[in-house]
């Protein structure tokens, strides 16, 4: 079994396209089941952002595997294979570790070093598990991936190297920590990326926020952490007639404002300035919303223009050299681990053997004093385990080391050890062996 991930980012693809792959909570869910009904695949979950999808799974092979993941994203891009391949990325066992532990450590965001990710990577295990999709293996890597990411930040200055996606967005509206001190700002959906840029206008000084969401519930719950104000959508257009920064960050799949909404909200202050920062995927605002005056349009296309260089700072060497170190500890575990169910069933198959032959013992010497047949038993097994000791040790060690050579093999093969009794080790409890009815 080996990790392989398939995935679009913003690193691989232009926005355009990634807003036709991104997906709301009903869409994830669907990935996640489709990728775990793929033919070889035996565990999967999916990592969702505003700017990647990304299909993590467990698998028993590599080609058949790439193509049916593959084939899902294309199909919900809605493009043509030919068109689409180029824009996607495969990772691979090893790849795949290091890609996973590189996402949550924020190396590979948008905003490098941004903690969000964080909370979206324990989201796809958290899914994963409650669909059923994620079993042992990935569970382990998901783990150990959000360990290493907590790691990263708590060890270095990573989450300062490089702003959030709302912090970078609010300093393109003018280059300055000013350009929503004393202004009013509409928050447009009630999710993690509106609460977050909720903190950080109010934070920055906003004289008014308001929290604008379909749900009341959740727009009152996340105003009242930041003294905003909580308003139904409803009110939106005249939310927009008094507001000089609007930040966009719903999961809808439909545009929710129109260029021609827009103009009408603006009809009597159409010479104020409004900056509107779009951070949804797919966009909330029309793009032609760009083209009224006073307005500037800030989406994820520009943001990735401008945080493009953040991967050359002393703290993101530090953290490569942690993910470097992490990563080798995990493969040398796993590989640890993959010698274990060997080692267990050939320990399994000397005891049988001790077995076997007391019971011989006993068929010939069935006078046998009980006290000298316990002193046998035990001097046999000791002498088995005293053989068996420095070989398992050794190809333990040897399993530590990076190579291709699988020691759990040739310690099988020597001692012909029977496959389903190691593949019964590993096999969870109740699970019947393969072909069985």
Do not use: W
């Not at 003018?174 to 999710?191: E, N, P």
């Not at 069935?366 to 035990?378: A, F, K, Q, S, Y």
Request: negative net charge; proline residues 4%.
């Amino acid at each position: 079994m080996s990790v392989l991930v398939v995935g679009i980012s913003h690193n691989s693809a232009p926005v355009s396209l990634l807003e036709r792959v991104a997906l709301d909570d009903d869409g994830v869910q669907k990935l996640m089941a489709d990728a775990a009904a793929c033919e070889h695949v035996t565990e999967a979950t999916v990592i969702s952002t505003c700017n990647r999808v990304e299909i993590y799974t467990e698998v028993e092979r590599f080609h058949g595997s790439v193509e049916s993941l593959s084939k899902l994203l294309v199909e919900r891009a809605g493009e043509t294979t030919e068109a689409m391949l180029p824009h996607l990325y495969v990772h691979y066992d090893d790849g795949a570790i290091s890609h996973l532990f590189q996402v949550a450590a924020g190396l590979d965001s948008m905003a490098v070093g941004e903690g969000q990710i964080l909370g979206q990577t324990r989201e796809a295990l958290r899914r994963g598990q409650e669909l059923g999709t994620v079993g042992p293996a990935l569970n382990t890597l998901f783990q150990q991936a959000l360990r290493v990411g907590k790691r990263t930040r708590a060890e270095t200055a990573i989450d300062q190297v490089a702003p959030t996606l709302v912090t970078a967005a609010i300093d393109q509206i003018d280059g300055s920590d000013d350009a929503v001190r004393g202004k009013d700002v509409v928050v447009l959906g009630a999710g993690a990326m509106a609460g977050l840029a909720t903190a950080t206008v109010a934070r920055m000084g906003a004289r008014r926020v308001a929290v604008v969401n379909r749900s009341m519930e959740r727009a009152k719950r996340l105003a009242a952490l930041y003294d905003a104000h909580p308003v139904p959508i409803s009110q939106l257009a005249a939310e927009l007639t008094g507001a000089d920064v609007l930040i966009t960050c719903t999961g809808s799949a439909a545009t929710l404002v129109g260029r021609d909404v827009l103009a009408a909200a603006r009809a009597d202050v159409a010479d104020r300035p409004l900056a509107i920062i779009d951070l949804a995927l797919p966009h909330d605002v029309d793009p032609a919303a760009a083209e009224l005056p006073g307005v500037t349009l800030i989406g994820l296309a520009q943001l990735a223009e401008a945080l493009h260089d953040g991967t050359s700072s002393v703290e993101v060497l530090e953290v490569r050299r942690i993910l470097g170190e992490e990563v080798t500890a995990f493969l040398a575990a796993r590989r640890q681990a993959s010698v274990t169910p060997t080692v267990v069933a050939l320990r399994s198959m000397a005891t049988s053997v001790v077995d076997a032959e007391m019971t011989r013992l006993e068929s010939r010497l069935p006078d046998l004093d009980d006290h000298v047949r316990d002193e046998i038993r035990h001097a046999v097994r000791r002498v088995a385990d005293k053989l068996l000791h420095e070989p398992t040790v050794r190809v333990k060690e040897l399993a530590n080391e990076d190579g291709a050579v699988s020691y759990a093999a040739a310690l099988a093969e020597l001692f012909a050890l029977d496959p389903e009794a190691v593949d019964a080790v590993t096999r969870p409890m109740g699970v019947p062996e393969e072909g069985a009815p």
